[in-house]
């Protein structure tokens, strides 16, 4: 039985109801974290916790929970769902308000809301396919909002091509994919777009960012152009779920070799013996 908590109580997930007065149910007012789990373990969690702080911020939501509640009431959610690998979900809404109204409303009690579900480790390396679309999203992509139908969207016209995931650019530049971040390699230089409110930076971003410098390889924050994707000679795509993955092809045409490259080879051996790491601490 998968166990989810809902404000304040743990239950089985099929219990859990939510008001469709609930803001997050009728305008996407609430943002987001999904952290993997690794030996039980909660990865970087600091790090999603500063995230949720600084969307909530963006959005004028105050925090509900000190970090000593969020940290006891995610441990135990793990515990209680068997521990080992899992993928935990977790949203904050602004809450339940009667009469629909646009405007924020004062005095009302946020939504909280968590799930995990089991996650199976691959020893397998599964090459990606994506095609490039034009980002059409809103202007506040750096905030982790519930409100993802574009990004839905996208990821939509990637499957309906027989892809895994679009790859987004804007006035010619690229910024992210539909639930990715992306990198791409020329002459074993790795390129990465900076942050910005073009894009959502994430957390396996900036653990593959910090374990390429840390291993002396180079790599780059910068503007990278939709050229420079198209002529890369690999791409990559990052995400709490994907970890790091090889796109292999790119709107039909090879990347690179046309399959996963020496670079990412590297990296990806460096992500997984942190895991690996973490899983036997």
Not at 28 to 47: A, H, K, N, Q, S
Not at 159 to 173: C, H, Q
Not at 187 to 204: F, H, K, Q, W
Request: proline letters at 5%; a negative charge; charged letters at 25%.
């Amino acid at each position: 039985m998968n166990m989810a908590y809902f404000n304040g109580e743990f239950m089985p997930l099929e219990e859990v109801r939510v008001s469709p007065m609930d803001r997050g149910f009728l305008f996407g007012d609430g943002v987001y974290e999904v952290i993997p789990v690794y030996g039980g373990r909660l990865f970087r969690l600091e790090d999603h916790l500063d995230r949720l702080e600084r969307s909530m911020q963006a959005i004028e939501l105050s925090n509900p929970y000190s970090r000593e509640r969020w940290h006891g009431m995610l441990d135990e959610l793990v515990g209680r769902n068997g521990g080992g690998e899992q993928s935990l979900y977790f949203q904050v809404t602004r809450g339940v308000s009667v009469p629909r109204n646009h405007a924020y409303p004062h005095d009302v009690q946020p939504t909280i809301f968590a799930m995990t579900r089991a996650s199976t480790p691959s020893t397998t390396v599964t090459p990606m396919a994506a095609v490039t679309r034009h980002d059409n999203r809103w202007e506040r992509c750096d905030i982790k909002s519930i409100a993802l139908l574009a990004n839905c969207m996208h990821k939509q016209a990637a499957v309906s091509l027989g892809a895994n995931e679009a790859i987004l650019l804007r006035d010619g530049a690229l910024t992210e994919g539909s639930s990715s971040n992306v990198f791409v390699v020329r002459d074993e230089v790795v390129s990465t777009p900076p942050r910005s409110n073009a894009m959502l930076a994430g957390i396996t971003r900036d653990v593959a960012l910090e374990l390429m410098r840390d291993a002396g390889i180079k790599v780059e924050e910068r503007a990278v152009t939709g050229a420079e994707l198209c002529d890369a000679d690999e791409v990559w795509i990052t995400s709490s779920s994907l970890e790091i993955a090889p796109v292999t092809t790119l709107d039909g045409e090879a990347v690179g070799t046309g399959v996963p490259g020496k670079v990412w080879t590297q990296v990806n051996d460096l992500m997984q013996g942190l895991k690996r790491t973490l899983m036997a601490a």
